[in-house]
């Protein structure tokens, strides 16, 4: 049975009881590490550990996880404390329940997965996957924007992929993609033209980088030549320039994707909460 490290075991011990609520030793006042602000309640301890499995292939995509029982008893808490990291997980697309079955690791083939970072919804009918033509990609030294962007040193090795993603057989995003030359080696532009289906499940299933979370920026721009002829509008089209940087494990980013899209047909949603 494995037990806790060192630095949750005594935070476990000394600043919560297993409900997650801190205690001083008559049970009434909030204790020192409760005001740390290092603190951090035992299901967020549970949640980190479970993630650390996560992110070092211990449970795979796909993967069921032990039950809430066994990572009780694995973690020597309730298992109403792992309930609630399991809840958190499950919000963040990290894990999901299924009902009779158990807590999977989720993946980016999933429909409730892999339309999550694809905001583009059709006026009329379900959001889908069209095609993909991919017009290179390429092993080159990151420019200082995207050097910044990846949180690496200028000139270190990226992949530079440009494709153009079809809906209802119209060009309708083009995009501009960077990512850590470290994480992708052997990715070629046969591959991911091979490849039938979201490009983030590819990274996930034969690069092991998995995207866990987006920061985006959107403004409209104005199409010019060559994008305009690529993506079959006249010069000067309205688009939408949509920035993002992904990140994996650890909030480290390992993209940024540049994409231009068309919304003669398409609307840009973003749900907030």
């Not at 894990?95 to 694809?118: C, I, S, W, Y």
Request: net charge neutral; charged share 25%; hydrophobic share 40%.
């Amino acid at each position: 049975m494995s037990s806790l490290p060192p630095s949750l075991a005594g935070t476990a011990v000394a600043a919560v009881q297993d409900n997650g609520a801190a205690t001083s030793g008559a049970g009434t006042q909030p204790s020192a590490a409760a005001a740390s602000p290092t603190f951090s309640p035992l299901y967020q301890q549970i949640k980190a550990l479970i993630t650390q499995s996560l992110q070092s292939g211990e449970w795979k995509p796909g993967d069921m996880i032990p039950s809430e029982m066994d990572l009780a008893a694995r973690y020597k808490v309730s298992q109403g404390t792992v309930r609630k990291a399991i809840d958190e997980l499950a919000a963040e697309n990290l894990v999901a329940r299924r009902q009779g079955k158990g807590t999977f690791v989720t993946t980016h083939h999933e429909d409730g997965v892999k339309f999550r970072f694809l905001r583009l919804v059709p006026d009329e009918g379900e959001p889908h996957y069209g095609a993909s033509q991919v017009l290179e990609c390429k092993r080159l030294r990151a420019p200082a924007e995207i050097a910044r962007l990846l949180d690496i040193r200028t000139g270190d090795g990226v992949v530079q992929i440009r494709r153009v993603l079809f809906f209802s057989g119209e060009p309708t995003v083009l995009d501009e993609i960077w990512l850590l030359g470290t994480n992708f080696k052997g990715l070629t532009a046969e591959k991911l033209t091979e490849w039938k289906g979201p490009m983030y499940a590819l990274f996930e299933a034969e690069f092991g980088t998995r995207m866990i979370r987006a920061s985006e920026k959107i403004r409209a721009v104005a199409a010019d030549e060559a994008t305009a002829s690529l993506l079959s509008v006249d010069a000067g089209t309205p688009l939408l320039s949509v920035e993002r940087v992904s990140f994996t494990y650890g909030d480290r980013p390992v993209e940024v994707r540049r994409g231009l899209y068309v919304t003669t047909r398409h609307y840009y949603q973003n749900d907030l909460s």
